[in-house]
Structure formats: structure tokens, C-alpha cells
């Protein structure tokens, strides 16, 4: 939990830098892919292993069209609410 709420944290402080829109993250499409798509089939699987219920927006497959920081967010949001009902 702590660890989840320290990278939450920290994407937090990004995007409220000046110049967020600005901000380039160094990951080819395909790498980004990638890491989303891990993200997304963890918490379904970490939900899944914890027998509780992901909402419609947590089940929703990452949007290309979205910032990549706001899915990150999204899947960290989701994890933090699983262990927290897990405990």
C-alpha cells in the first residue's frame, strides 16, 4: 500500500508540473502498450485472486486516447481500493 501510494503521489506531482502536456516519457508505442496492458491484466487478476469486484471503469481496457499517466493512475487507484477491501 505504501509503495502504490508513493507512485501515486509522485504521478500527482507530475501532473501538476507547468509543463505536464509538455512532458515526453521516453517508451515506444509499443512499450507503452505494454506496460498498460500489464497494469490492466494485474489488477483484474489481483482482484480475481481477492474475490472482489472491479467497477465498470476499472474493468474498461486502457484508451490509447488517454494520457498514460492518467491510466497508471487509474490501475494504481484500483489496486490501493483492492487491498485496502482485502484487509
Known sequence: M???SDVMERLGELKMHPNFEKINIVLS???LDVLLNRMFEYTKKLAADNAIELTSL???TPSQSENP???LQ??????KRIFELAS
Request: proline letters at 0%.
Open 29 to 31: 508505442m509499443e512499450e
Open 58 to 60: 476499472e474493468k474498461e
Open 2 to 4: 505504501e509503495i502504490i
Open 74 to 79: 487509474r490501475y494504481l487507484e484500483a489496486q
Open 69 to 71: 499517466i492518467i491510466n
